[in-house]
């Protein structure tokens, strides 16, 4: 049987997929692909040995002999593999004498397995990837094997040459290829999202980061090179390809890639070496804790990451990297959170890019909406988007339709980067958004409901390639028509449905700095009441949390309540001793107080530390007997009041003391007065309380905006800190301005939004950026949907009261049926 009569690479894989046919019934539609893919990888390889095998098989006679390493051998034997067609020869051979017309039907199984092993170890390891063998066994227990290969002997993939120009060339074999991954893709919806991205967002990832070098693509004997380091199935590989073909049918791209799951990264190897790549370009393993290719740089990088991939089993190694080498590795930028490693793929790939010197490297990936936002100043996400706007990498984000993907319909975003960019992008970035540029699928592939047309495509590609603001606008006014989406006639219909919002299309452009801010901490100040009653005393009788809560219990149940309850007179001998009830106590403990667990039982159980919060409470007593049990709501007179009562009772108070003592008394009161931290010394050259500028502590200078008040003290002006109040303390963003300084920004910014609402804040100037040590943390994110929200005003209170009104009567009526 030979091939269709139009040989087209969509006909021909439509050819080779027949294999399914005879597969049907003893196999699963998933599988159907496991075993297409590797017997037609075989045909194609064996028609492109055709040329050379004499030579190869007499060679391999001849080294035979040598009793030579296998890479040594194959050394000798790929200089066998020129040919007149062919003088640079091929990268791979097969020493088998066997191939698909004589396996036989007798020992079939173990002839084809043999022929395999035949092959040089690139190509044989791709076969063993595909567990090409235990299919092979399937096959044969069914008695399947024999008609498979007679159905695949009979497909001609032999290549195009000279000699042969009706042949099949390396581009149309690589198409056929591709569309037999994308039936298997599709014929196996559960998994198609770990292996393969749909074609449509291939295809308009590839244009936008391809564009910008038009040009360059079109002169002769250009070389470029790709690469994805989740080459997947290598769909991204190929479209790049595929796209120079299509500009310059003369110019090199040159793959590479690294796969972490094998089947997939044999499909990909697959279709690179039937592509004529270099496959030793093609990596098995993990990109981030493995980088294979790690002296490379690319000119262009496409990819397509898990979408919120668990990093923690290669968490050591990632850190490592990062404290270790810092901005001379990968990751100096910062580390995202260990749950979500999107951003790790970017800035792997931003360190593959291509010196700017030599022209630079664009980067196109695929991410969701996470790295958009997600953490605030100083955290490694923000760290991370602070680097690439700073650095001026981000050119462009494209916001996708959502149910774009096989394996999630959440929404996704395009991002493309270069460290070349062209003068008018310089510190801007134009965000695209496509949302609605999509129609629904007649049937769906798992969740991928949605694809993007060639008008859509080419929409954004020429937004982006325009530069330029488009302010939202309906579709169809731009050329796009969709048609409008079939609503459900379920249920009661509303009298005055709401009326849809037209889809739109709208791209902004802004500076980098907009995306920035400076998280400035405000503080406010500690007011504090004290008060020895005899309630407040009471606490100190037990330890703090989480000792607390049981002390409590124990004492309830067992010192005042006992036969011999304890007594808070000094000489009581058997205060805290619990050794008769200690069994009963472990068990409630166990029962009731789980996070109290070994050392805190055994501090629970020991009647010294009862008596030393005894000792505490006895002291607080006396100088409860000094001071009174009246209110205080000026906290500044603690220290003097209780060191006066100590002395007055002949009281000693250590540390620890003196700290359970205020924490019992004391409480946080807005109507007390504030607690002054510390007095600043005045310099001989005074300020004025409104100055602006860094604060400085040592000189006593005034300076309201960062705590340093001017107040009257004992009769006199002193500058004064105030402590502060940690719950009452709060953060404000302030927007970045490369016009300004950033204390004039803070300040005004300060005096406008949040002077006027709490009047005794300040700035806490403690808090300053690990880079710039300028007052705030910077932080970076990008709010895409904000800047693109369109307010839809709701529906009239009139027209929703006729609703109510019609469902009413329809519910009246059904009553009056039911009772009548």
Known sequence: MSNPDFPTPTNL?????????????????????????????????????????????????????LNLPEEAQEKFLLRATQTPDN????????????????????????????????????????????????FIAQLNDVDLLYKVVQKVKSTDLSPQSPSNPNGISNHDMGLVFEELIRRFAEGSNETAGEHFTPRDIVRLTTALVFMEDDDALTKPGIIRTIYDPTAGTGGFLSSGMEYLHELNPQGIMKAFGQELNPESYAICKADMLIKGQEVDNIKLGNTLSNDQLYTKKFDYMLSNPPFGVDWKKIESSIKDEHTLKGFDGRFGAGLPRVSDGSLLFLLHLISKLRDSKDGGGRIGIILNGSPLFTGGAGSGESEIRRYILEADLLETIV???TDMF???????????????????????????????????????????????????????????????????????????????EQKSNRGRQSANPKVEAPKTFAAKIFDTHEFGYRRITIERPLR?????????????????????????????????????????????????????????????????????????????????????QKAILLKAKKLQAHIGTQQHNDMNQFDAIVKAAAKAQGIKLDTKELKAITAAVSWKNPDA?????????????????????????????????????????????????????????????????????VNELNEAYF???????????????SKRDAIDGEIGIVGYEIPFNRHFYQYQPP?????????????????????????S
């Open 751 to 765: 005096t406008k939004e949040v002077q006027p609402h709490v009047p005794d804040a300040w700035i806490d100037a």
């Open 528 to 612: 504090e009441s004290f008060q020895f009653s005899d309630e407040r005393l009471e606490a100190l009788r037990f330890a703090n949390k989480p000792l607390e809560a049981p002390m409590k219990w124990i004492y309830e149940t067992y010192g005042s309540s006992s036969q011999q309850p304890w007594s808070d007179d000094e000489n009581c001998e058997n205060y805290g001793l619990l050794s008769e009830n200690e069994v009963e106590i472990r068990v409630h403990l166990k029962a009731n107080f789980s996070d109290v667990k070994g050392a805190k039982v055994k501090e629970l159980l020991d009647s010294k530390v009862w008596l030393a």
């Open 399 to 401: 916001a996708l339709p």
């Open 406 to 484: 096989y394996n999630t319909g959440i929404a996704t975003y395009v991002w493309i980067l270069s460290n070349n960019k062209q003068a008018e992008r310089r510190g801007k970035v134009q965000l695209i958004n496509g949302v609605n540029l999509s129609r629904k699928m007649r049937k769906s592939l798992g969740s991928k409901r949605n694809e993007m047309t060639a008008d859509d495509i080419a929409l954004i590609t020429r937004t982006f390639g325009a530069f330029e603001v488009i302010d939202a606008t309906a579709l169809d006014q731009l050329g796009v028509d969709k048609p409008a």
């Open 87 to 134: 003088p640079s020869g091929l990268s791979f051979f097969n020493t088998s004498k066997m191939d698909l017309s004589k396996l036989g039907a007798t020992g079939i199984k173990d002839n084809l397995e043999s022929y395999i092993q035949g092959f040089s170890k690139d190509a044989r390891e791709i076969f063993e990837h595909f567990k090409f063998a235990e």
């Open 673 to 741: 007065e504030k607690v002054i931290k510390k007095v600043h010394r005045r310099s001989s050259t005074s300020m004025s309380p409104r100055h602006t500028g860094h604060p400085d502590h040592k000189t006593g200078e005034a300076n309201s905006f960062y705590g340093l008040f001017e107040v009257e003290l004992e009769g006199k002006s002193q500058v004064v800190e105030y402590k502060p109040d940690g719950d009452l303390r709060d953060n404000e963003n302030v927007a970045l301005d490369p016009t300004k300084t």
């Open 13 to 65: 894989a439509a050819f080779c997929w027949s294999i399914a046919d005879l597969l049907r019934g003893d196999f699963k539609q998933s599988q159907y692909g496991r075993i297409i893919l590797p017997f037609t990888l075989l045909r194609r390889l064996e028609g492109v040995l055709e040329e050379s095998k004499d030579a190869v098989l007499a060679k391999y006679d001849e080294i035979q002999a």
């Open 795 to 819: 529906r009239d209170l009139v027209e929703i009261d006729a609703d109510l009104d019609k469902v009413s009567t329809e519910i009246m009526a059904l009553l009056q049926e039911v009772h």
